[in-house]
């Protein structure tokens, strides 16, 4: 285990790079951090290529594979400096990233969630997390929508991201995919063709698009879908969250 006491050390200045788009890009990897997201991409086998505490017994308890050789001790003031928290655990690890922008699957089925401009980055983890909930297949990130490995995004999935497959795509090339292999393609809107999204039949095999906070879904993708559902609300609030709104819908799907 090597020992960094110093915020100017290149290792920690490579670290701190991480915590922007350009900078994991370069060096394609990306840094985790928490007791529970480190010990999940343990657990899921995940390409950890260093391990980083603050405590060298934090590394017996992670159960760390000892194929990880690079493994480093740092003072509470360096973790201050890499770590996106204002009071971080002291426990990071370094993963590779991956290629999100890889081909459709040759067979397509069972239910996937799509992310169009979704920008806030707890809804993000949120919905990921309840698609690793219902045990979807798959979450596609569509065009707008913040970066995978955006640190702000990776905490909220909560480790989910190592439990359900990630995507990253343009969603129209989706919806035909799906429309090819007969998978239902639901989208939310408030309009004279929407139904309630009760009348529709619980499935295992749907696809269901979810739009940004705002702006809701863009009008080139409702365009494309089978059948845009909206939720019955019996008080005054004029719209729902669109994590709660794709979580209720997920669910009234799997059930």
Same mark, same amino acid.
């Given at each position: 285990m090597q020992?960094?006491? +110093?915020?100017?050390? @290149?290792? $920690?200045?490579?670290?701190?790079?991480?915590?922007?788009?350009? #900078?994991?890009? +370069?060096? =394609?990897?990306?840094?985790?951090e928490g007791w529970h997201i480190v010990d999940e991409a343990i657990k899921h086998d995940q390409q950890?290529?260093?391990?980083?505490?603050? *405590?060298? @017994? %934090? /590394? *017996?308890?992670?159960?760390?594979?000892?194929?990880?050789t690079d493994t480093y001790l740092i003072t509470p003031e360096v973790a201050?400096?890499?770590s996106a928290t204002e009071t971080p655990q002291g426990v990071?690890?370094?993963?590779?990233?991956? @290629?999100?922008h890889e081909s459709i699957p040759e067979k397509l089925g069972g239910s996937w969630l799509m /992310? *169009? @401009?979704i920008q806030d980055p707890g809804n993000i983890g949120t919905m990921v997390?309840?698609?690793?909930?219902? #045990?979807m297949n =798959?979450?596609? %990130? #569509?065009? =707008?929508?913040?970066?995978?490995?955006?640190?702000? $995004? $990776?905490? +909220?999935m909560q480790g989910s991201q190592f439990h359900v497959r990630l995507y990253s795509g343009d969603l129209a090339v989706w919806m035909a995919a799906f429309n090819k292999h007969n998978v239902p393609v639901y989208g939310t809107e408030l309009n004279d063709q929407a139904i309630s999204y009760d009348d529709v039949e619980p499935t295992k095999q749907f696809a269901l698009v979810m739009g940004n906070e705002g702006n809701g879904v863009s009008a080139d993708l409702l365009d494309k879908t089978d059948q845009n559902l909206y939720i019955p609300m019996n008080g005054e609030a004029? +719209?729902?969250?669109?994590? $709660?709104?794709? =979580?209720? /819908?997920? %669910?009234? %799907?799997?059930?």
């Amino acid at each position: 285990m090597q020992s960094i006491t +110093s915020n100017q050390n @290149n290792r $920690v200045k490579e670290w701190r790079k991480m915590q922007s788009k350009k #900078g994991r890009l +370069s060096s =394609g990897q990306y840094i985790i951090e928490g007791w529970h997201i480190v010990d999940e991409a343990i657990k899921h086998d995940q390409q950890i290529d260093a391990v980083i505490v603050t *405590d060298a @017994n %934090f /590394l *017996d308890q992670l159960e760390v594979d000892p194929a990880v050789t690079d493994t480093y001790l740092i003072t509470p003031e360096v973790a201050k400096h890499i770590s996106a928290t204002e009071t971080p655990q002291g426990v990071f690890a370094v993963l590779t990233t991956e @290629n999100y922008h890889e081909s459709i699957p040759e067979k397509l089925g069972g239910s996937w969630l799509m /992310l *169009d @401009n979704i920008q806030d980055p707890g809804n993000i983890g949120t919905m990921v997390r309840t698609a690793d909930a219902a #045990g979807m297949n =798959g979450v596609i %990130f #569509g065009k =707008g929508t913040a970066d995978i490995y955006n640190p702000k $995004v $990776v905490r +909220s999935m909560q480790g989910s991201q190592f439990h359900v497959r990630l995507y990253s795509g343009d969603l129209a090339v989706w919806m035909a995919a799906f429309n090819k292999h007969n998978v239902p393609v639901y989208g939310t809107e408030l309009n004279d063709q929407a139904i309630s999204y009760d009348d529709v039949e619980p499935t295992k095999q749907f696809a269901l698009v979810m739009g940004n906070e705002g702006n809701g879904v863009s009008a080139d993708l409702l365009d494309k879908t089978d059948q845009n559902l909206y939720i019955p609300m019996n008080g005054e609030a004029e +719209s729902l969250n669109v994590a $709660v709104a794709t =979580g209720i /819908l997920i %669910f009234h %799907f799997v059930k």
